[in-house]
């Protein structure tokens, strides 16, 4: 499986945008961008995912770089709700997914 | 309804119990995970059932041994677990793998404690 290399942890204050970084040097054309994160006790939860193009949605937005090496997701603006464990994946489709370390995102108010 | 449920939600058991988690779920998925994770790291694939067929095995110990008797259930039976597979057990469901993008919907996880 194609590598992802995130910080491991960011820090953020209420209310002001949050960008997550994610290299991945090594990606195929057939593999999509995925975020994930995971709520202090609870199982992750999906975010966004993308191929080529930047994507929003209700939750964040996803930037992708031209070469596809890098992506970033954006919190527009960070709640103390959005302090999670962000995962940045790489799967093809069809393939289950495979977590990495991800980045411990904290939020002060 | 998008949600897996997991029962137990604690389960202790001691190194000769034989025991089962259970997962759910009625979202009409036809995919479902097992994934594996110790504190502070991330989750580890186990099991991947696709059609209530076993379709991924990560080289998993044979103490443990999935079961998917319908499309909306899933169960792993524990039996001689050492004290190392005391973790967090999370069960997912997507639409399906053999094609395209699905989101993977998480429980909240099985807290196993292996005595």
């Known amino acids: 499986d194609a590598k992802t290399t995130q910080p491991n942890s960011m820090e953020s204050n209420e209310e002001e945008p949050v960008h997550l970084p994610c290299n991945h040097s090594?990606?195929?054309?057939?593999?999509?961008i995925h975020w994930y994160r995971q709520l202090p006790s609870q199982g992750p939860e999906y975010v966004i995912h993308?191929?080529?193009s930047n994507v929003n949605n209700r939750m964040a937005s996803l930037a992708i770089a031209e070469d596809r090496k890098s992506s970033t997701l954006i919190l527009h603006r960070a709640t103390l709700r959005d302090a999670a464990v962000y995962y940045c994946?790489?799967?093809?489709?069809?393939?289950?997914?495979?977590f990495g370390k991800g980045t411990t995102l904290s939020v002060s108010s | 309804d998008t949600e897996v449920t997991q029962t137990p939600k604690h389960l202790v058991m001691g190194m000769t119990n034989k025991k089962s988690l259970k997962c759910e779920q009625h979202?009409?998925?036809?995919?479902m995970y097992w994934y594996k994770q110790k504190a502070k790291k991330p989750p580890e694939l186990m099991f991947v059932?696709?059609?209530?067929?076993?379709?991924i095995n990560e080289s998993v110990p044979s103490r443990f041994s999935p079961e998917c008797p319908n499309s909306s259930l899933l169960n792993l039976h524990l039996h001689a677990l050492q004290p190392e597979d005391s973790a967090l057990y999370l069960c997912?469901?997507?639409?399906?793998?053999?094609?395209?993008?699905?989101?993977?919907?998480f429980g909240p996880g099985t807290r196993l404690t292996v005595l």
């Open positions: 997912a469901s997507s639409q399906e793998t053999t094609s395209g993008i699905y989101e993977q919907f």
């Open positions: 090594t990606i195929s054309g057939t593999d999509y």
């Open positions: 993308g191929l080529t």
């Open positions: 994946i790489l799967s093809q489709a069809g393939t289950a997914l495979i």
């Open positions: 979202m009409g998925h036809r995919a």
């Open positions: 059932y696709s059609y209530e067929k076993l379709s």
